[in-house]
């Protein structure tokens, strides 16, 4: 008896030993699957990949389904089915998988059977997923806060469907036209060991093919330390296949050939070929490692193909005993197995604390044009982000689950990240077919946010489903329904920031008299002002309205929300309640801004700055593309034809004053396609300009790229400052690269930058500052001594022939596009530092996230609205911040979670008074709610405490480590937490009511 309970003791330990090996075996991913590279040999890291662009020259549905094969033959549905089954029949294949919005749309579509082979792969490290957003991001034309979005949204699915073995562990950007150091800072917080990228200025890449610097170590957040550092390599050969090693059925080059009987076998010379353009690779690298990327756009159609052809290359490379005195392992491999092998070697590296931009391809192409094609899709992304930030703080705020139109709405912002769509570099229907997509999300998030603004607002049931509240996507052009249609109506004011809120709140309307009542019934001043005749006529613009109602919402607070019943008031009365003035000029606590002799407004700040506003504009050159001094200016390019700007014709110059008790309005009419109105509010400390530019005329068959100057008497020594992604900001020089001796032969193009948010120059002998902030990604430079200047629209006539085979003409109503914006300038003291530095960085946090207006039309009284709704959020939704922190995300996660981050918005170097650590307290920020957390790194898909970064030497004699924040929380009752300058910190949180202290 005894014996035989043993032996069935030992058969259930070998049962569970096996079971252990099998699930070690079948979840054996990460770095422990690569192949051991060899000391002693050039080692060859095979790398297949198919760059797949989530829409380009056709939309993304298009590019999935394989639809418009005349266009580009492309069919992502059939890459991957292809991969995976070539991946099945050869367990020593591997394959990289990038763009997770393509996956998903993918995996939703397979059975049982085809999602295990999936995850079997993956499982076994032998399909790696690499970068893992929902998109392959732009990096110029991009916001921080929407790139975070697309990686966590994009981390979320992947950890979701496919578990710990699917987490991505190394960047991979290698298309994108130019790199930012925010990316590189990203990258690290979201606890990426390197990155992997391509696209960078030709000059510096010879330097650097040269100096052997392809590889370094990116100090991409200077405020974070070693935590901000990024290892970063730059690929060698774009992101294709060697010169004649292309197997995919795309390709023209010969297949391996190993029939010796055959009178076309090739394989000693292709061996060969393909060997000594590997010891010229290795020549540009410190190691004896190497990279060769076998992909390119929408490769691997015909997996086997390709596979077959690399397996043979494969062997017989490996069967060359020795060439020219060295011998070679070749293997397939992934990105992050490479960058393994490298670390292994423990090398010291250099170091780079810069970006790459611009980027140019060559000395007459500086892929700066796309800074800001496509201006009103630019608008829209900007937008969308807004509003999908409102929508999900509501939806938490409101306790809502994480529902199916929120997560549709974070896969179109994650698609309107990728490299091809808000960088304007797609054809046209593409990007129409993006603005549907986006515009699809955002009624969505519409019903959303309504929903859960109403069970804010409600006091009973009863009336909850009757309570409305549309939202605007046309208040850009003073256009919206439901208040110029509607003698009552009720506008809610949203606060999605972080500190109490006092705001302008401006509506179209057709009359000339409303009355304004806040939550208290108190009436409110108001002013209305007309809408210029030029914005009246916009194409497409179909509203009534005449003019805007403008009344100031005084203290909103932070992601709370105020209610303002608004009331048509009935008068015989003929009295205007906005007055036009003869004189030419606005003024107000000291500002003076007026209209020149030169057409030109003139502004005179209370710190001595003085500055005038211009339009001009840039004639494109056209060229046959053929050879670099024929290159045109296009969606990518920018290319002027002439050394300097034409200035803006003054063919219509027209000029109206008004003046009220909350704003006073100078309303210029330059010409026929250009006007603008520039606003002093009261009590803001800032001057608007928002300009109208369109139809940009080309009767005479010449196009033309518009720019606004702002030229100040401040004197900056050709040095100016531009944001990264709409975060830090990195010192420009003019005519100079920080890395490399640069020639330039075009100088306006070659010194433009990517603007996210603001641009900024300084004289430093007066103390001076002068800041434009902007409210959409555009192209940006300071060409002469105290000047700023932004390009705002572009109507082109001729491709620059990097793909898109289409002039950047874009149309809408049948006729060229009209675009409205703004920009606001801030003026002021560098002995006033820390307020001027606060200030900006206020105002910039309320460009991109503004207040977000609810209409409510109504038959109600004021009496009856308010018996049965809140017009106030309570005083505390969340406590007081300290002004250098905000909440950059609250959401709803998975489980009744909350996904919430908190940031710190200052550099290290910004302010003495605001660049400090700061403690937020939990117990203050959440009133009467315990909250506990998990802290996750950056993307919400690791514990942070389980984050381990490879670690990396500098030349600079840094100390590696892993770089963990401190103060670590892992699901527990949290307290308080310290913000250090420009850290993200980002928690996985589940509250409950507050437990009363026992008396």
């Not at 192949?35 to 590019?63: A, E, P, R």
């Not at 496509?374 to 529902?403: H, I, W, Y």
């Not at 003019?734 to 120059?761: A, Q, V």
């Not at 939990?922 to 942070?944: C, R, S």
Request: glycine share 6%; charged share 25%.
């Amino acid at each position: 008896m005894k014996l035989k309970f043993t032996l069935l003791l030992v058969i259930k330990l070998c049962w569970a030993i096996n079971l252990y090996k099998d699930e070690e075996l079948q979840f054996r991913c990460g770095y422990e699957t690569c192949t051991k590279s060899d000391t002693d040999k050039l080692n060859i890291h095979f790398v297949s990949h198919s760059h797949d662009d989530v829409g380009w020259l056709k939309t993304v549905d298009q590019y999935y389904f394989g639809g418009r094969m005349n266009i580009q033959v492309a069919g992502v549905q059939y890459i991957i089915d292809s991969v995976v089954d070539s991946l099945l029949k050869d367990s020593n294949r591997r394959f990289i998988q990038v763009e997770t919005a393509f996956l998903w749309k993918w995996w939703q579509r397979q059975d049982d059977e085809r999602k295990q082979a999936m995850r079997n792969l993956i499982n076994e490290g032998r399909l790696e997923i690499i970068g893992g957003g929902w998109s392959m991001n732009d990096e110029a034309a991009t916001h921080y806060q929407s790139l975070i979005d697309q990686y966590t949204w994009g981390f979320r699915r992947l950890n979701d469907t496919f578990g710990e073995c699917a987490r991505p562990k190394i960047g991979w950007q290698i298309d994108p036209f130019g790199h930012s150091r925010e990316q590189a800072s990203i990258f690290a917080q979201l606890g990426f060991d390197g990155m992997l990228l391509n696209r960078i200025d030709y000059q510096d890449k010879e330097q650097r093919l040269q100096n052997k610097t392809m590889e370094f170590i990116w100090e991409a957040n200077p405020s974070l330390g070693q935590r901000g550092n990024l290892f970063t390599t730059v690929l060698y050969n774009h992101y294709s296949a060697p010169p004649g090693f292309c197997f995919d059925i795309l390709c023209r080059d010969e297949p391996m050939i190993d029939d010796t009987e055959s009178p076309d076998f090739n394989i000693d010379k292709k061996v060969k070929a393909f060997l000594e353009f590997a010891d010229k690779q290795a020549i540009a690298y410190q190691t004896n490692n190497i990279i060769i990327t076998m992909g390119g756009d929408f490769n691997y159609l015909n997996a086997e193909m390709y596979f077959t052809n690399l397996d043979k290359l494969i062997r017989y490379c490996n069967g060359i005993n020795k060439l020219n005195g060295k011998q070679y392992k070749a293997f397939y491999s992934t990105p992050s197995c490479y960058l393994k092998a490298v670390n292994e070697q423990n090398l010291t590296w250099p170091t780079k604390n810069d970006d790459f931009f611009p980027y140019a391809s060559d000395f007459h192409s500086f892929w700066t044009g796309y800074f800001t094609s496509r201006p009103a899709l630019k608008f829209f992304e900007r937008m969308g982000n807004n509003f999908l930030q409102v929508v999900k703080q509501l939806s938490s705020l409101s306790k809502t689950v994480d529902s199916y139109e929120l997560q549709l709405f974070r896969e179109a912002m994650g698609v309107m990240q990728h490299h091809d769509a808000v960088s304007g570099t797609e054809k046209q229907h593409v990007a129409e077919d993006y603005a549907r997509l986006l515009h699809h999300s955002v009624k969505n998030g519409e019903r959303l946010a309504s929903d859960a603004l109403r069970k804010l607002m409600s006091k009973n049931n009863t009336n909850n489903n009757k309570l409305v509240l549309h939202s605007c996507l046309l208040f850009n052009i003073s256009s919206c329904e439901y208040t110029s249609a509607n003698s009552k109506f009720v506008v809610t004011v949203y606060n999605p920031t972080s500190q109490p809120l006092n705001t302008y709140v401006r509506v179209p309307v057709q009359q000339l008299q409303y009355s304004v009542k806040d939550f208290n019934g108190k009436i409110l001043l108001n002013q209305i002002l007309p809408i210029p005749e030029q914005v009246q006529k916009i194409p497409g613009r179909l509203s009534p309205a005449t003019h805007e109602l403008v009344f100031q919402a005084h203290n909103i607070s932070a992601l709370g929300y105020q209610s303002f019943y608004v009331s048509m008031k009935f008068s015989r009365s003929s009295e205007v309640e906005f007055n036009q003035y003869n004189e030419q000029f606005i003024n107000r606590q000291q500002y003076k801004i007026f209209v020149n002799q030169h057409g030109r407004v003139s502004v005179e700040t209370p710190t001595d700055i003085k500055y005038e506003q211009s339009f001009q504009y840039y004639e494109g050159i056209e060229g046959n593309n053929r050879v670099p001094i024929n290159r045109s200016s296009g969606a990518y390019i920018f290319r002027p034809r002439h050394d300097h700007a034409k200035a803006m014709p003054f063919t219509g110059n027209s000029v109206s004053v008004f003046k009220g008790p909350l704003v006073q309005e100078i309303h210029q009419v330059i010409n026929k396609w250009t006007s603008q109105v520039v606003r002093l509010y009261n009590d803001e400390e800032h001057v608007e300009f928002e300009w109208l530019v369109g139809p940009i005329p080309i009767e005479d068959k010449i196009g033309k790229e518009v720019t606004i100057k702002y030229s100040s008497n401040l004197k900056n020594n050709d040095e100016f400052y531009t944001d990264s992604n709409g975060r830090g900001m990195l010192k420009r020089k003019l005519n100079y690269r920080s890395t490399w001796k640069l020639k330039l032969n075009e100088t306006i193009s070659g010194n433009y930058y990517p603007i996210n948010s603001k641009i900024s120059i300084m004289d430093q002998q007066k103390n001076r500052r002068l800041s434009v902030l902007n409210d959409r990604a555009q192209g940006g430079t300071s060409l002469k001594e105290g000047d700023i200047e932004l390009m705002i629209h572009r109507r082109l006539l001729h491709d620059d022939a990097f793909g898109v085979d289409e002039a950047l003409n874009e149309t809408a109503y049948g006729q060229g596009l009209v675009v409205r914006g703004r920009h606001i300038l801030i003026a002021g003291s560098l002995l006033n530092y820390n307020e001027l530095i606060l200030l900006e960085k206020e105002e910039t946090i309320r460009l991109s996230l503004r207040p977000w207006l609810f209409i409510s039309p109504t038959t109600y009284s004021f009496e009856q609205w308010k018996q049965h709704y809140n017009m106030k959020s309570r005083d505390s939704v969340i406590g007081k911040l300290p002004k250098n922190i905000r909440i950059l995300s609250l959401e709803p996660w998975k489980d009744q979670h909350i996904l919430l981050r908190l940031e710190h918005i200052f550099e290290a170097t910004d302010s003495s008074k605001y660049s400090v650590p700061t403690t937020v307290d939990f117990n203050l920020l959440f009133p009467d709610i315990d909250v506990f957390a998990t802290e996750m790194t950056l993307g919400a898909n690791q514990q942070i405490d389980n984050n381990v970064r490879l670690e990396w030497n500098a030349q600079n004699n840094e100390i590696p480590n892993a770089g963990k924040q401190s103060d670590n929380t892992n699901m527990r009752f949290i307290r308080r937490v310290i913000m250090k300058p420009m850290e993200i910190r980002t928690f996985v949180i589940r509250m409950s009511p507050r437990m009363k202290a026992r008396s």
